[in-house]
C-alpha cells in the first residue's frame, strides 16, 4: 500500500512516500532505474572529478520508529526490498556516500559512507543536523579533488558547512566507494505500525567531465 508521487498542493512540485502504515513498510526511488550509475568519487587521477550533491527533504515525525531514510549516493539497483534494515532502517551492505536517519533516533541526521564487503558502515559525522518534524531540510557535499588534503568532501545542512570533512585518508581507505559507480537514491521504511510520511522537495547531482 506504500505510494509514491507528487503532493498535489505543493508549488513547483514535491515527491511524498506515504501509505507506509505497517511496520517495516518501504519506499524508494532511484536515478537511473536498475542499472545506471553516472558518477563517481574516485581519488585516481584522470578519474577525479569535482562533484556536487543536494537536496531538500522533511519528515512528518521525527519520533523513534518513525521513517528511516538514506538519500544520497549508492550503487545501481538500490530501490529495492530490504535495502533499508528491519527495525533498524540501516543502509545494506553496499556503496552508498549519503546522509542516513535510523530508527532509534527518528530526527537524527548522520553522514555515512560505506564499500560493499569492506566491514560495515562508516558513520563519518553523526547528528549533523536534528530534523524538526514536518520541516525541511537541506542535505549536501562536495568533492573537491583539489582541495587541501584535510578537506576533500565538504558537507553542508541547510548551506551551512559542518564541522567534519572527508579527508583524502578516508576517501583511500577500504571502506569509502572510492571509483564506485555511484546515482542518485532515496530509500525509506517505517518503523512502526503508523504512516510517517516523508517528502522531497528537488535533489541535484552535478559533476565535471
Known amino acids: 500500500g506504500v505510494t509514491i508521487k507528487q503532493v498535489a498542493t505543493a508549488v513547483s512540485g514535491v515527491l511524498q512516500v506515504a501509505g507506509n502504515d505497517a511496520d517495516n513498510d518501504e519506499g524508494s526511488i532511484q536515478f537511473g532505474g536498475a542499472t545506471s550509475a ?6 585516481t587521477v584522470g578519474s577525479d572529478k569535482k562533484l ?3 537536496c531538500r527533504i522533511k ?3 521525527v519520533d523513534a520508529n518513525s521513517s528511516a531514510l538514506f538519500v544520497g549516493l549508492a ?15 540501516a543502509l545494506a551492505d553496499k556503496d552508498f556516500l549519503g546522509f542516513s536517519v535510523l530508527h532509534d533516533s527518528g530526527a537524527e541526521v ?3 559512507y560505506n564499500k560493499d564487503g569492506a566491514g560495515g558502515v562508516n558513520v563519518h559525522q553523526a547528528a549533523i543536523a536534528t530534523m524538526t518534524a514536518d520541516t525541511f531540510v537541506k542535505l549536501g557535499f562536495v568533492y573537491d579533488p583539489d582541495a587541501d588534503d584535510s578537506e576533500r568532501i565538504r558537507v553542508y545542512v541547510n548551506g551551512v558547512e559542518t564541522s567534519t570533512p572527508v579527508a583524502a585518508s578516508d576517501i583511500s581507505s577500504s ?6 559507480e555511484l546515482s542518485f537514491l532515496f530509500a525509506t521504511k517505517v518503523g ?5 510520511t516523508v517528502e ?3 535533489w541535484r547531482l552535478a559533476q565535471m567531465r
Open 59 to 61: 519528515k512528518e515525525s
Open 192 to 196: 512502526a505500525a503508523a504512516e510517517s
Open 38 to 43: 553516472p558518477v563517481v568519487v574516485s581519488d
Open 75 to 89: 550503487e545501481e539497483g538500490l530501490a529495492a526490498t530490504g535495502t533499508l534494515a528491519d527495525n533498524t532502517g
Open 110 to 112: 548522520d553522514f555515512t
Open 175 to 180: 571502506d569509502f566507494p572510492d571509483g564506485e
Open 200 to 202: 522531497i522537495d528537488w
Open 52 to 54: 556536487w550533491f543536494e
